[in-house]
């Protein structure tokens, strides 16, 4: 028969068997907040986060490096907020971070639940890595998907402040920026870092597409990258299309067709007009470039006083390899005002979709880590 042991805690003594195992430290490993109504909280091992043979695009090893030499000089917690799409490299990059975290010695702790006591239970915790994955899902804000209208984000403002007693790093993801409560955003003192994701351009397309599928047509591998100016793809669709160009003899105007990742829906797309002056002219337009046949589009690009009035038909638009967009104009009307027509018009105008960037994602840093 196994011999009991007794452990006392808060006036509680509890028996366990000689299973039972004590640490002075905080374990090394990855692990799962769990809640029982009977038991309370606790942490259970789960396998760890890790990226295996993944090649990562976008140069977010850097980013990654950034956040551990921030954290390794400031004297309190560090937030990390991941924002941006579905399917773009937020739960990729919250798989690297907990790598790194491993390597440096730090546990990591994942909350997948709401429970009320968890902040608590947080707080009570040494030194390691807190990843909260889709964070606005799991813990509502009120605005919407709550029928009392309670924001349970807001329980966590005292330990984001980052001022508890143990220094860890707090890591979210969040898919919809609007359902984030007002009091995480801009607050660079709970939250530090604010990485934004973008999707992937098009020479990036291109190289996940070599990587995955080296036998591929290199025409083909052009048609998707040409594809991806006009929609977004993220590396959801990108996985799909590599499964099927492995096929022989693929066609990607016949994947597309098939695949669910084609939108006719209008998308946002950054528009500039360049005078000869060097002045530019920007604004941000809603357009279907995925219109057929002669069906022309006309936009408006206000600047002060005056406007340009630019009709297109969109299989004119000509694809720059810089990732831009052409804008061959038909008719091109720029008037002020008064109605009378300026001698000066644009040299060039071009579209770039938006959200789209080669980089992946920016990186927004205030000084407010300082060398010491």
């Known amino acids: 028969m196994l011999a009991p042991t ?7 003594v509890r028996v366990y068997d000689d299973a039972v195992r004590t640490h002075e430290a905080f374990p090394l490993g990855t692990y799962r907040v769990g809640f029982s109504p009977k038991e309370g909280f606790s ?19 850097k980013k990654v490096a950034k956040i551990f030499q921030s954290y390794a000089r400031s004297e309190r917690s560090l937030g990390v907020m991941l924002s941006g799409d579905k399917g773009i490299g ?20 994942v909350v997948t639940a709401d ?7 947080l707080d009570s915790l040494d030194e390691c890595l807190i990843i909260f994955d889709e964070f606005e899902k799991i813990f509502p804000a009120g605005r919407r998907g709550t029928a009392d ?14 001022l508890s007693s143990a220094k860890r790093i707090y890591c979210l993801s969040v898919n919809d920026m609007s359902d984030v409560s007002t009091y995480l955003v801009s607050r660079p003192g709970r939250f530090h870092y604010h990485l934004r994701f973008d999707y992937p351009g098009p020479d990036e397309v291109r190289q996940y597409l070599v990587d995955q599928v080296p036998g591929a047509d290199p025409e083909e591998i052009e048609n998707v990258a040409l594809f991806s100016r006009r929609a977004r793809l993220n590396y959801d669709h990108l996985r799909a299309i590599a499964f099927e160009l492995r096929q022989p003899d693929s066609l990607f105007s016949e994947i597309v067709d098939d695949l669910n990742i084609r939108t006719i829906e209008p998308s946002t ?15 941000e337009v809603e357009l279907n470039l995925f219109e057929r046949g002669d069906v022309g589009r006309t936009f408006e690009l206000r600047n002060s006083t005056r406007s340009i009035f630019a009709s297109f038909v969109p299989r004119d638009l000509i694809f720059e390899p ?9 008719r091109l009307d720029l008037l002020g005002d008064d109605d009378e027509e300026p ?25 407010e880590i300082r060398s010491r």
């Not at 971070?97 to 390597?103: G, L, S």
């Not at 500039?272 to 604004?283: I, L, M, N, Q, T």
């Open 43 to 61: 942490l259970i091992r789960i396998e760890d986060l890790t990226i295996g043979a993944e090649r990562v695009y976008g140069g977010r090893d």
């Open 115 to 121: 429970d009320d006591g968890v902040v608590d239970f």
């Open 343 to 367: 001698e000066i018009y644009p040299t060039s105008v071009r579209l770039t979709l938006v959200g789209q960037s080669a980089d992946g994602f920016d990186l927004w840093r205030p000084a």
């Open 322 to 330: 810089d990732g831009s967009i052409f804008v061959p104009i038909d």
């Open 149 to 162: 209208g309670l924001n349970r984000q807001n329980q966590f403002l005292s330990l984001f402040d980052g």
């Open 269 to 283: 797309y950054r528009i500039e007009a360049r005078f000869p002056d060097g002045k530019v002219w920007s604004d």
């Open 6 to 12: 007794y452990i006392e805690t808060g006036g509680h």
């Open 90 to 109: 937020k739960s990729l990059f919250l798989r690297m971070v907990a790598e790194e975290a491993r390597e440096q010695g730090l546990p990591v702790v």
